[in-house]
């Protein structure tokens, strides 16, 4: 079973930095796409980054810019380093892990915050 948990999430102001992280289990990690999801109250849920197993990224628009992810296969994480955050970006953030045509694999989620 791949387990997924998030960390780094917490309370910033507007304009300052977070780094998320994502350790997953399972020895066959560097071979999956990875991503990150957010889900604000009220909002409809959105895919914000992805990564593939070589290392290709895509963003959404809405952090294009701001947001790098970036992978460690020898550690089995990914991250989501968050610059220039705005108040907007408050939502729960969850590690995604793809399995064939869908994003099948969730973390718990991490809370990111952005306010003054």
């Known amino acids: 079973q791949v387990q997924l948990v998030e960390s780094g999430g917490g309370l910033v102001q507007p304009g300052g930095s977070l780094r998320l992280s994502c350790a997953a289990s399972?020895?066959?990690?560097?071979?999956?796409?990875m991503g990150w999801y957010r889900q604000a109250p009220g909002k409809q849920r959105e895919l914000v980054a992805t990564?593939?197993?070589?290392?290709?990224?895509n963003y959404d628009d809405s952090v294009k810019g701001r947001f790098t992810i970036s992978r460690d296969n020898a550690k089995n994480t990914v991250y989501l380093q968050m610059n220039s955050l705005k108040p907007e970006d408050t939502a729960n953030y969850y590690c995604v892990l793809k399995r064939g045509p869908s994003w099948n694999y969730w973390g718990q989620g991490t809370q990111v915050t952005v306010s003054s």
């Open positions: 399972g020895s066959i990690f560097s071979g999956y796409a």
């Open positions: 990564i593939t197993s070589s290392g290709d990224t």
